[in-house]
């Protein structure tokens, strides 16, 4: 057998925030995960497809502490992030977005924002917290970027399913995370809507790196640097848009029965 | 200052609201209402403490406790056991065979003070176990049950499971307790006879006061961050964990808030109606709280204020006037209010008055152009 090493770790490259090594999770004897290795490099926007039940939500639930790894290793930053709660991997600098839209129907989209801002996190901290300049600057510059400065005022459950998706997106950008994941972001949308989704990935992504999880694969092609393929819990290949769709076995996975 | 009256006050119409709460609680009652039921009106806003709680910790935070009579109970019972003991001196008890402790003890052949009533023969002591003690219980279900992220449905069997361990427990250990009957026949504070008509007043006031600082403390803590925090943990509690907060230790602190408030109504009660029972701490007692906030409305400080006010405005009227099927009408009234106003009495206001309000300023405005 020639196999190329696929998930290996590739060398001579840039730095890499997140390495994910020998990642291994099972639910009651299905193994959703096996032996999973993934890296991702600082700046990098990586879309991660595959058919319906390769594991692609789990293994960012799994970054992101949701779910416990019953075994392997997930580094960010050289921490390892296994063993911590959710919210100190937020701190640590992952944000997460959720597949169906996760805000908060009964705030504004102001509100939304404001409570997304990273200071003031402990209750006390909360209590203390003062809407300050620099916090409204903030919110303002997220919502122009999420295309929504004019609807700062309008409670969030009026907006659209796509404009939902754009606050979540805003409210991960409040906290400026190092490390971004985005879960089928572009799920429900317009064609418009997509197009400015992929323009607002493509911008946001220059300062971090972004794991997308990705049905549409002409969105996909439009953000990705590089793209993995999940089957069953494993990596069956990695590259560029181009290499994984002409890779026989990607195309066996997708079309072959 | 002025974010303080926007935000915290709620402009001009939560000032209005608090006035107008503030005229009622603080002038027209006491002018209006002999002292048997002036007494009796402050008794109610004892309860109405328990009900700003739960406006918070429900209301607000999601969280569900069908066991906040414990802690109002907990709080009654601190300032019974000191009144207790102060009413228990060896000359009051001479009669006894174990003189200088309190009757009940002695008629359960107790022969010496337990120790855990020692400390309450100190007054500093027990106006710092008053909202202490309930606030440490709290703390302790809150974090074992909120870290383990027990669902709301579970929490709530557990807070009634409390209640009724406690009042269990009250009963049962009649020699320490007091038993079914309570800790009765409390007379002075420091001295000061509580039973006199100069002295229920004069509660009655101090009651309305400290009601009126845990309103405002209520606002405060609803209109900063955390406020806004606890709405969005009840929408969508993921999201919040994701925003890197640790939203049990969020819910703990609005629990605990609600037990100390409780707390200070169960020592008011304790105060203006000279004994504390079981009868204040089971499941019952329980839920006729939390139907006081649903009648007000969950989402209102001041509403809870006036749903506390008429249930039992409306318990006593219907008990006085029908007393064969006066808990049919009170379960009627339940019933309708629920299904007709989920928001209760705040909601009607939101929804029906506040409009028009605003439709006839709009009107004014318009004719004064």
């Given at each position: 057998m020639n196999m190329p090493m696929i998930g290996a770790l590739p060398e001579g490259k840039n730095e890499f925030a997140l390495y994910v090594e020998g990642l291994t999770v099972a639910f009651n004897g299905f193994v959703a995960v096996n032996d999973l290795n993934l890296y991702v490099e600082k700046g990098e926007t990586r879309v991660v497809i595959g058919p319906n039940g390769a594991g692609k939500t789990t293994v960012l639930d799994l970054i992101c502490g949701r779910t416990k790894a019953s075994s392997g290793s997930i580094r960010f930053k050289d921490i390892e992030l296994t063993a911590m709660s959710e919210h100190q991997i937020v701190r640590a600098g992952v944000g997460r977005k959720f597949q169906t839209p996760s805000i908060y129907e009964t705030l504004t989209v102001r509100e939304n924002l404001e409570v997304s801002f990273p200071r003031g996190r402990t209750v006390f901290g909360a209590l203390a917290f003062r809407l300050t300049a620099d916090v409204v600057a903030r919110v303002e510059e997220v919502a122009e970027q999420i295309f929504l400065s004019t609807h700062l005022h309008r409670p969030a459950e009026l907006l659209s399913h796509g404009q939902k998706q754009w606050l979540e997106i805003g409210m991960l950008l409040m906290q400026a995370p190092e490390l971004m994941m985005l879960d089928e972001p572009v799920a429900g949308m317009s064609v418009s809507e997509r197009e400015k989704t992929a323009e607002l990935l493509n911008h946001i992504g220059k300062d971090r790196s972004m794991i997308v999880i990705e049905h549409d694969m002409e969105f996909a092609r439009h953000i990705a640097d590089k793209v993995t393929v999940l089957h069953q819990g494993q990596v069956l290949a990695e590259g560029s848009m181009d290499h994984v769709q002409n890779d026989p076995r990607v195309i066996e996975v997708y079309l072959g029965h | 200052m002025s974010s303080f009256y926007k935000n915290v006050l709620g402009a001009l119409e939560g000032l209005i609201g608090l006035g107008i709460l503030a005229a009622l609680v603080f002038a027209v009652f006491p002018l209006t209402l002999d002292v048997f039921?002036?007494?009796?009106?402050?008794?109610?806003?004892?309860?109405?403490?328990?009900?700003?709680?739960?406006?918070?910790?429900?209301?607000?935070?999601?969280?569900?406790?069908?066991?906040?009579?414990?802690?109002?109970?907990?709080?009654?019972?601190?300032?019974?056991?000191?009144?207790?003991?102060?009413?228990?001196?060896?000359?009051?008890?001479?009669?006894?065979?174990?003189?200088?402790?309190?009757?009940?003890?002695?008629?359960?052949?107790?022969?010496?003070?337990?120790?855990?009533?020692?400390?309450?023969?100190?007054?500093?002591?027990?106006?710092?176990?008053?909202?202490?003690?309930?606030?440490?219980?709290?703390?302790?279900?809150?974090?074992?049950?909120?870290?383990?992220?027990?669902?709301?449905?579970?929490?709530?069997?557990?807070?009634?499971?409390?209640?009724?361990?406690?009042?269990?427990?009250?009963?049962?250990?009649?020699?320490?307790?007091?038993?079914?009957?309570?800790?009765?026949?409390?007379?002075?504070?420091?001295?000061?006879?509580?039973?006199?008509?100069?002295?229920?007043?004069?509660?009655?006031?101090?009651?309305?006061?400290?009601?009126?600082?845990?309103?405002?403390?209520?606002?405060?803590?609803?209109?900063?961050?955390?406020?806004?925090?606890?709405?969005?943990?009840?929408?969508?509690?993921?999201?919040?964990?994701?925003?890197?907060?640790?939203?049990?230790?969020?819910?703990?602190?609005?629990?605990?808030?609600?037990?100390?408030?409780?707390?200070?109504?169960?020592?008011?009660?304790?105060?203006?109606?000279?004994?504390?029972?079981?009868?204040?701490?089971?499941?019952?007692?329980?839920?006729?709280?939390?139907?006081?906030?649903?009648?007000?409305?969950?989402?209102?400080?001041?509403?809870?204020?006036?749903?506390?006010?008429?249930?039992?405005?409306?318990?006593?009227?219907?008990?006085?006037?029908?007393?064969?099927?006066?808990?049919?009408?009170?379960?009627?009234?339940?019933?309708?209010?629920?299904?007709?106003?989920?928001?209760?009495?705040?909601?009607?206001?939101?929804?029906?008055?506040?409009?028009?309000?605003?439709?006839?300023?709009?009107?004014?405005?318009?004719?004064?152009?």
């Open positions: - | 039921r002036l007494n009796l009106v402050g008794k109610y806003l004892s309860y109405a403490f328990v009900a700003i709680g739960l406006v918070m910790c429900w209301g607000y935070g999601g969280i569900l406790s069908l066991g906040q009579g414990v802690f109002f109970g907990l709080g009654g019972y601190c300032m019974a056991m000191f009144l207790k003991l102060e009413a228990s001196t060896p000359q009051a008890t001479a009669i006894q065979s174990t003189p200088g402790i309190p009757d009940f003890m002695d008629w359960n052949q107790l022969t010496a003070l337990p120790l855990f009533w020692e400390p309450f023969k100190s007054f500093v002591f027990t106006l710092l176990a008053i909202p202490l003690i309930p606030a440490l219980l709290a703390l302790v279900l809150g974090a074992a049950m909120f870290k383990r992220r027990v669902g709301e449905v579970y929490f709530a069997i557990v807070t009634q499971a409390v209640a009724l361990i406690l009042s269990v427990l009250i009963i049962g250990q009649q020699g320490y307790t007091g038993g079914v009957n309570g800790i009765t026949d409390l007379k002075t504070l420091l001295g000061w006879d509580i039973r006199s008509d100069s002295a229920r007043v004069l509660l009655y006031f101090v009651n309305g006061a400290l009601l009126f600082s845990c309103i405002l403390f209520g606002k405060f803590l609803l209109s900063s961050k955390l406020g806004k925090l606890l709405m969005a943990m009840r929408d969508k509690e993921e999201r919040v964990r994701f925003s890197g907060y640790d939203v049990a230790n969020f819910k703990v602190f609005i629990f605990v808030v609600a037990a100390i408030f409780s707390a200070i109504g169960g020592a008011m009660f304790t105060l203006q109606v000279g004994f504390m029972s079981p009868s204040f701490v089971g499941i019952v007692p329980s839920i006729e709280m939390v139907i006081f906030a649903a009648v007000g409305g969950r989402l209102s400080l001041l509403g809870a204020v006036y749903g506390t006010l008429i249930v039992n405005f409306g318990k006593s009227y219907f008990s006085e006037t029908f007393p064969e099927v006066w808990l049919f009408l009170m379960g009627g009234l339940f019933i309708a209010v629920v299904m007709a106003f989920p928001n209760g009495l705040a909601g009607i206001y939101k929804d029906y008055v506040r409009p028009r309000l605003a439709l006839h300023r709009g009107r004014t405005v318009r004719e004064a152009l």
